[in-house]
């Protein structure tokens, strides 16, 4: 299994400003995936961030609101700028490790105010 | 468009009692995960289910796949106090573990 650790684990942040949500990995993996929570919701695909390439976003998130990094096979940072109330949610990251198993860190739990 | 469907959405049971999740998808997929997530935590892989027919079983819960009718079932016997919690299932939307959700299926357990 992998073991992930993520953070900040929550955050409260002015409209306005960024939070930039760090996740390292006990381990080289190839693909990393963001993913948000918002409150009471299931799971939603931000992004896909393999190193040494451009993250693939999902419809609805831009590389404008949520630059990610991927500078190395075991960490990856997600930024979620000009944030405002509507943020307010949990950002997962998440690798696959054995047995085609997906982890997950911690989350980190952002309210905007 | 993949969508997964979830139900029930909530579930309130008495411990010692069996019950079913189930989870529909709308198109062919090759796996399909089930989850558990407890309040303010993240979430716990439960099974991963990689072929029709297959069926995964750990303590009181089992999962199974029907890819012929895009189904999944997770099974809880005997309930107990422990396993209240929210579980979701996903699906592999392609071949590179990008998951579309269920809505998550939030179960009490009472003692």
């Known amino acids: 299994s992998a073991v992930i650790s993520q953070k900040p684990s929550r955050d409260i942040c002015q409209r306005g400003t960024s939070l930039t949500i760090q996740c390292q990995v006990d381990s080289q993996v190839t693909m990393m995936f963001w993913y948000r929570q918002q409150p009471g919701q299931s799971l939603t695909l931000i992004a896909t961030?393999?190193?040494?390439?451009?993250?693939?976003?999902e419809s609805g998130f831009v590389i404008d609101k949520f630059p990610i990094s991927r500078p190395n096979l075991t960490f990856s940072t997600l930024t979620v700028s000009n944030l405002s109330p509507e943020d307010s949610s949990i950002y997962l990251c998440s690798v696959v490790g054995d047995a085609k198993k997906l982890f997950f860190g911690s989350g980190t739990q952002l309210s905007v105010l | 468009e993949l969508k997964v469907e979830q139900n029930p959405l909530f579930l309130s049971m008495q411990e010692g009692k069996n019950y079913t999740i189930y989870c529909n998808y709308s198109t062919t997929s090759d796996r399909l995960y089930w989850y558990r997530q407890d309040p303010g935590k993240s979430l716990e892989s439960l099974f991963v289910l990689l072929s029709n027919g297959a069926v995964k079983q750990e303590g009181r819960l089992m999962a199974s796949l029907d890819t012929k009718a895009r189904l999944s079932t997770l099974h809880i016997t005997a309930a107990v106090h422990d396993l209240s919690a929210t579980y979701f299932c996903?699906?592999?939307?392609?071949?590179?573990?990008?998951?579309?959700w269920g809505a998550g299926t939030k179960l009490i357990i009472k003692p």
């Open positions: 961030a393999n190193q040494g390439s451009e993250a693939t976003y």
């Open positions: 996903a699906v592999e939307a392609d071949s590179n573990y990008q998951l579309i």
